[in-house]
């Protein structure tokens, strides 16, 4: 049997009225794709009716273990060389996919749906995913259109070299997405439409927004540290600067706390140069067999 070049993985947890109309369209304008659905312990029918509209295989997880973890199980059992993430809730419309799949043909190792803004959710969920996509952007160096679209092609050996750093929750994309660019990987973007999902989120916007934010600053720290320890260190060593010119214009002294701060400082910035080179060694080697 010949290896299918492109797999579609569609996490879905209680989507079983959704992939009722996505799947078999998505089957109709990629019959040579694999389709993968992975079943996140939904307590519906959602295995049972991707098994009889076109799927290809259904991986199911014993109880709910989180869209990222979904992610994980359906890029270990794809085939394909190029995998299509997609979310299940119709969303993402199937007429898209050619689309990602031709800017990847094109040379890019990762192309993202990146939504308009008419197709954001709410006016808050536009400007929390404002705040992320502009704190990545200063994070990576590279502009960051869409930080949390699960909607993405990407070559398959590539993203698996990254699969132990992703976590188990909603937060997949925004940890990929810096991880490629870090690792010096072409990245681009796909302007798209997002319809209304149908059925009921899975997302909770402090929760998960805290969640968001708090994993922009780890990856950061792993692949760019030195845009997160500089600037902290540079704060200590103003604290510092402004408390010795206080006591000196009142006291004429030089105090332990100033001392203390300037020494902070110093070692966070020292932190932040050793952080670097662990992080420059992790990618001294990003070449991969697989096309």
């Known amino acids: 049997m010949t290896e299918p070049a492109i797999s579609i993985v569609l996490p879905a947890r209680n989507e079983a009225d959704n992939l009722n109309v996505l799947l078999p369209e998505l089957r109709r304008l990629h019959p040579n794709a694999e389709i993968i659905v992975v079943d996140d312990g939904s307590a519906d029918e959602t295995a049972a009716v991707a098994s009889t509209q076109g799927a290809d295989r259904v991986v199911r997880h014993p109880y709910a273990m989180g869209n990222g973890a979904a992610i994980k199980s359906g890029a270990r059992a794809a085939t394909g060389h190029i995998i299509v993430f997609m979310d299940a809730d ?4 199937p007429k898209d996919v050619s689309q990602l799949l031709t800017r ?6 990762m192309v993202v749906g990146a939504r308009e803004a008419r197709s954001q959710a709410s006016l808050g969920r536009l400007a929390a995913n404002t705040l992320y996509n502009q704190l990545a952007s200063w994070v990576t160096g590279h502009a960051v ?3 949390t679209s699960g909607f993405r092609a990407i070559r398959a050996a590539r993203f698996r ?4 750093l992703l976590p188990n929750g909603f937060s997949y994309p925004t940890t990929i997405t810096m991880a490629f660019f870090r690792a010096g990987y072409a990245v681009d973007y796909l302007p798209i439409e997002a319809l209304k999902r149908g059925g009921k989120s899975h ?3 402090l929760r998960d927004g805290l969640r968001f934010l708090l994993i922009i600053f780890k990856i950061g720290t792993l692949y760019s540290p030195l845009k997160v320890f500089v ?4 704060v200590f060593f103003a604290l510092g600067l ?3 010119v206080f006591t000196f214009w009142h006291n004429g002294t030089f105090t ?4 203390l701060l300037f020494i902070t400082g110093t070692l966070v910035f020292l932190l932040g140069l050793i952080s670097e080179q662990i992080a420059n060694l992790m990618y001294a080697q990003t070449d991969d067999e697989a096309p």
């Not at 332990?256 to 001392?259: A, K, P, R």
């Open 90 to 93: 119709g969303q993402h419309q």
């Open 161 to 164: 070299r990254f699969l132990y």
């Open 231 to 234: 600037p902290a260190s540079a």
């Open 145 to 147: 259109r869409d930080l």
């Open 203 to 205: 997302v909770r916007p």
């Open 242 to 244: 402004l408390r010795y």
């Open 104 to 109: 990847i043909g094109q040379g890019y190792d």
């Open 256 to 259: 332990n706390m100033s001392v």
